[in-house]
């Protein structure tokens, strides 16, 4: 693939090439472009060239470490959608790849439908704009220190710009929507994910600590988010601005 096109794109970046010819095709099916690459080199410079919209990314390459190029491409493309896909299935791998920056987990071998189910998902809410007359009115959100633009997905704190990933942007909003009151983990993981899927409550847990940190690193001496013992997570904001 040399050029863009209307349908979303996916790189994959394996070093197998029959399972990444199989996966090309699996997605074809599904109406997605994609682009496979062998190595950590050709994928660092063709996601430059590409600019895709997720990346499937195995753990293990002949050249490179996955979880380090996950970590330097959610710093580079903070919207950029990635999935994990490895061999190595044991959960603190799974931890670990979340807290550096994937969107999602997939050990193999996977389920071709479950594959497809959470990158629909995952490309689904990078594309779809909230709605402006969804619950908490308006395409903005404001409080005191912190704004939150749900059509440019952006988010301000202090007017310093928090990079943060699709379902930390759910997670932030979600929350954001009903200030002071506990949402449970399995509320949350209905607002950041569509379709049956559903991811395991310490995935929330990761989502959230890695979004939390992110507001505290933004807007120091601030918590916007506690932990409700028992419940979940309630968003504590200073005030709601005009």
């Known amino acids: 693939m040399t050029a863009r096109t209307t349908r979303a794109l996916v790189m994959i970046v394996d070093d197998d090439a029959e399972l990444s010819a199989m996966v090309a095709e699996l997605l074809a099916r599904e109406g997605w472009d994609s682009h496979a690459v062998l ?9 430059a060239r590409l600019r895709p919209d997720a990346v499937l990314l195995d753990l293990m390459l002949p050249d490179a470490n996955g979880l380090d190029l996950c970590r330097r491409w959610r710093a580079a493309q903070p919207a950029l ?18 807290e550096i920056g994937a969107d999602d987990y997939l050990p193999k071998p996977f389920e071709p439908r479950e594959l497809v189910a959470r990158l629909r998902a995952l490309l689904r809410r990078q594309g779809a704009p909230h709605p402006a007359g969804a619950a908490g ?21 202090y ?27 399995e509320q949350l993981c209905e607002q950041v994910q569509s379709g049956t899927y559903r991811p395991q409550e310490r995935t929330v847990d990761v989502q959230v600590a890695r979004l939390r940190r992110k507001l505290r690193d933004a807007s120091p001496g601030q918590e916007w988010i506690d932990t409700v013992r028992g419940e979940g997570y309630v968003f504590v904001p200073r005030g709601r601005e005009d």
């Open 137 to 157: 009115g308006g395409a903005m959100l404001r409080y005191a220190g912190l704004s939150i633009d749900l059509l440019q997905r952006e988010v301000r704190a």
């Open 39 to 47: 190595t950590g080199g050709d994928a660092e410079r063709d996601l």
């Open 81 to 98: 959608g990635i999935v994990m896909l490895t061999a190595r299935g044991d959960p603190l791998d799974r931890v670990l790849g979340l």
């Open 159 to 185: 007017d310093r710009v928090v990079a943060l990933t699709s379902i930390e942007f759910k997670l932030l909003v979600a929350l954001a929507r009903a200030p002071g009151q506990a949402l449970s983990r």
